[in-house]
């Protein structure tokens, strides 16, 4: 029996490829040594696109796909796929929501935490003898402080949650106001940064959210701010966000997400109130075998004809 093409467009764990090439044909764009060649010898026979949310599938790998079906991302994000090519061609596309709303809310709480308490410092301090000779720098207090959160969907509803037992006051800003007692709605994110100490920045990423953190919001979070990060880079003015961290108009950053990752850009490097890490929010094992079966979950259900567990179009 001839088997279903699928272009892959990044890697998968063990776990997941094993029973897709099983099932499957797999090709691994990301893989060959001339992708385009690849791509003109395949493409005329692909039938669904296989990829991760921060590779997506670009107009390009679209519009090589002619018979191209389904698009099902690895993740939550789909801002980096093609949506007017999908919805133009009846292409559906799945992600993965819901399985990763806790991970990624518990990294955003710990990242939090890690730079108001310089929780990566104090370590370098004692692994370094330095605690022998003097004391650790003083670090600053989060509970009882107030948090801002930018974007009030499945993710900024976990971090609320979790803020809560920090005793924090929330505020938020979305499109509308939604059911959240004890928070209070923001629509104007310069207002929203100008009245807390955090702001989370756990908004799904568009063509309309790009920037949406600008040099505005960032002056008005301040020199006391703190910026949290674990959406996409897009939605954060990062020339802007650079420019306020080596100036000191705002006070700290925590960032899981970069322009052009994981090559960031290294004026990064060079800055100590930073917190850097590898956009791995989701990366726990429990939760990539939840996403990753929910992908093949959406993949196998298509091709079955059967209802599609996480449709997005
Ligand atoms: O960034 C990760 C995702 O979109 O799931």
Redesign the pocket.
């Known amino acids: 029996m001839t088997r279903i093409e699928i272009l892959q467009m990044g890697p998968f764990p063990e776990w997941d490829q094993t029973p897709l090439d099983a099932a499957y044909r797999m090709h691994r764009y990301f893989e060959a040594a001339d992708p385009a060649a690849l791509l003109a010898e395949v493409g005329p026979r692909v039938q669904a696109i296989a990829t991760r ?2 590779i997506g599938a670009g107009a390009d790998v679209i519009a090589a796909c002619p018979d191209l079906r389904l698009v099902a ?1 690895y ?4 801002d980096a796929v093609d949506l007017s090519a999908c919805r133009d061609r009846g292409i559906r596309l799945t ?2 929501p819901d399985v ?1 709303t806790g991970d ?1 809310a518990d990294l955003g709480v710990a990242m939090m935490l890690a730079q108001a308490r310089g929780i990566v410092a104090a370590d370098g301090f004692v692994r370094s003898g330095e605690w022998t000779r003097t004391a650790a720098p003083l670090t600053r207090r989060v509970h009882g402080g107030r948090a801002g959160i930018l974007g009030m969907g499945r993710i900024g509803r976990a971090v609320a949650e979790r803020l809560a037992g920090f005793q924090m006051q929330i505020a938020y800003s979305d499109l509308a106001p939604v059911d959240l007692p004890g928070a209070t709605f923001i629509a104007d994110p310069v207002d929203l940064a100008k009245t807390v100490d955090v702001l989370f920045v756990t908004l799904a990423a568009s063509a309309a959210t790009r920037g949406i953190v600008g040099a505005d919001v960032l002056a008005a979070l301040g020199p006391d701010g703190l910026l949290v990060n674990i959406s ?1 880079a897009s939605n954060v003015d990062e020339p802007a966000l650079l420019a306020a961290l080596e100036s000191g108009t705002l006070g700290a950053a925590a960032l899981d ?1 970069f322009d052009g990752e994981p090559r960031i850009d290294p004026r990064f490097l060079a800055l100590d109130n930073v917190l850097l890490q590898p ?1 791995h ?2 990366a726990t094992h429990q939760t990539r075998r939840d ?1 990753g079966q929910l992908m093949r979950d959406n993949i196998d259900a298509f091709f079955a004809g059967r209802p599609l567990p996480s449709m997005v179009i």
């Open positions: 949310g921060s991302v993740g939550v994000g789909y992600n993965t990763l990624v996409r997400v956009h929010a989701s996403m």
